[in-house]
């Protein structure tokens, strides 16, 4: 995914080379305004159905733009120069908000916390940018004619053809994966393999109530606040403070004080303390 990430800004940052339309300092802005302004209410779509979403799905809407920008590139005409720095803005805002999204959903699933991946993914989308406007001043020189800017456009649309292989097609972060992979078993066995799964959830379910209730109440005689309690029922799971901090979208400092009192209202001393406490 890094590498997927990191090819396209690659790719879109060198496009421009190819454009024989030299825009204005003013044309370039509003494409930038506009480019953005399209991106954004595409993801704030796409943010409202986000269990919905995965990366194959992201890659689907992207080439879109993606390709109709590389196409226009290389046409001697202003309006198609400027068509092509809206759409390559549009993927560039939109493929940063959605990576954002899957990366700290991932990271709710996996052990390295949502800094870690926002921070390889930025690398791999600003390190992209910094090798694709490193290009342009080569590929100036290189790109002489029509032609030549046409195979320049070509050879980037394989390359982004190329790049989407690398892009994952199950998506870890959604529940639906891992609900997925257990429907041919239930098949296999009938009817009546059918019936014990659901028993089984089922009874799994109470029990994941019955200790969440458990917990609540415990939070609740101690008079912890809304935002305490879940605090205090992440810190019962087993949770550390970078996982809370970064599934709360809390400061260091915040998650910090908010322990304090839920120690002091508690009246204990550590993490450990408070699970004996919710396991009695």
């Known amino acids: 995914m890094m590498i997927a990430v990191f090819v396209l800004y690659t790719l879109g940052c060198a496009a421009p080379a190819a454009s024989p339309v030299t825009m204005s300092v003013t044309s370039e802005a509003w494409a930038t305004v506009v480019g953005m302004l399209f991106a954004v209410t595409l993801s704030a779509g796409i943010v409202l159905f986000a269990h919905r979403v995965n990366v194959a799905s992201l890659y689907?809407?992207?080439?879109?733009?993606f390709v109709v920008g590389i196409v226009a590139t290389p046409l001697n005409d202003e309006l198609a120069a400027?068509?092509?720095?809206?759409?390559?803005?549009?993927?560039f805002t939109g493929i940063e908000i959605i990576t954002m999204l899957y990366f700290i959903r991932l990271s709710q699933r996996t052990r390295p916390s949502a800094t870690f991946y926002v921070g390889l993914g930025a690398g791999a989308a600003y390190g992209g940018v910094l090798a694709g406007?490193?290009?342009?001043s080569m590929l100036q020189d290189g790109i002489r004619n029509p032609e030549s800017a046409l195979f320049f456009c070509?050879?980037?649309?394989g390359a982004f053809a190329l790049t989407s292989l690398l892009v994952p097609r199950q998506d870890a972060t959604l529940e639906e994966s891992t609900a997925g992979g257990t429907e041919p078993a239930a098949s296999e066995g009938g009817a009546g393999s059918e019936g014990a799964a659901d028993a089984v959830m089922a009874s799994y379910a109470e029990k994941v109530d019955?200790?969440?209730?458990h917990r609540t109440s415990v939070a609740a005689e101690h008079g912890l606040s809304a935002r305490e309690t879940e605090i205090f029922l992440l810190l019962a799971q087993g949770r550390s403070r970078p996982y809370i901090r970064d599934s709360l979208y809390l400061s260091k400092n915040t998650v910090a004080t908010h322990i304090r009192h839920i120690?002091?209202?508690l009246g204990i001393h550590s993490q450990q303390e408070l699970i004996d406490l919710v396991e009695e």
């Open 210 to 213: 019955v200790v969440l209730a």
């Open 60 to 65: 689907r809407w992207i080439t879109v733009p």
């Open 82 to 91: 400027f068509l092509a720095r809206v759409l390559m803005n549009a993927v």
């Open 263 to 265: 120690y002091e209202k």
């Open 133 to 136: 406007y490193g290009m342009t």
């Open 154 to 157: 070509l050879v980037l649309l």
